[in-house]
């Protein structure tokens, strides 16, 4: 009995120290990160995206001038690097867009949901000044994985 107990807590202090290990999410298909920041940082089963903005993961120049040109891109960029985490955007759960025009918005809208079925993801929209580069919007991500069903609230 005392083999099967001590092997138990060494199970759970492994799978626990797992959830508290960082560990960098990295992929060539979504720009370089232009400062000290990671493209992506998976803790146990959850991963934070950064925010990606609509730059060229080849030229690093922004593809396009028009806010849903850059929404387009940056959502491209973000699942390269949520796939490179071994997860697709069913996983997603929180996205939140910053825009520096607000009533561009309903434009972005139909962008995001070519990306993004029902049930959506929890989300926040938020206007800002200015985002680096210039650009129009940014848009970051969290991401969970493990077994989830669109549409249905168990988890198996």
């Excluded at 955007?89 to 972005?108: A, G, M, R, S, Y």
């Excluded at 962008?111 to 129009?136: G, L, T």
Aim: proline content about 6%; hydrophobic content about 40%.
């Amino acid at each position: 009995m005392g083999y099967i107990s001590h092997w138990v807590r060494s199970l759970v202090i492994y799978y626990l120290a797992l959830q508290y290990q960082r560990r960098e999410i990295s992929t060539k298909l979504s720009p370089a990160p232009a400062a000290p920041y990671s493209q992506g940082i998976q803790a146990g089963e959850t991963l934070y995206v950064t925010g990606t903005i609509g730059t060229s993961p080849v030229t690093g120049k922004m593809v396009s001038t028009t806010t849903v040109g850059q929404a387009t891109r940056a959502l491209k960029n973000s699942l390269a690097i949520v796939r490179a985490a071994g997860m697709t955007f069913d996983n997603v759960v929180k996205v939140t867009i910053f825009i520096t025009n607000i009533t561009d918005l309903p434009e972005v809208n139909k962008v995001y949901k070519k990306y993004f079925k029902k049930p959506y993801p929890a989300r926040s929209s938020v206007e800002v000044s200015k985002i680096p580069y210039a650009a129009k919007i940014m848009i970051e991500m969290i991401a969970v994985k493990g077994p989830t069903h669109r549409g249905s609230s168990r988890y198996y």
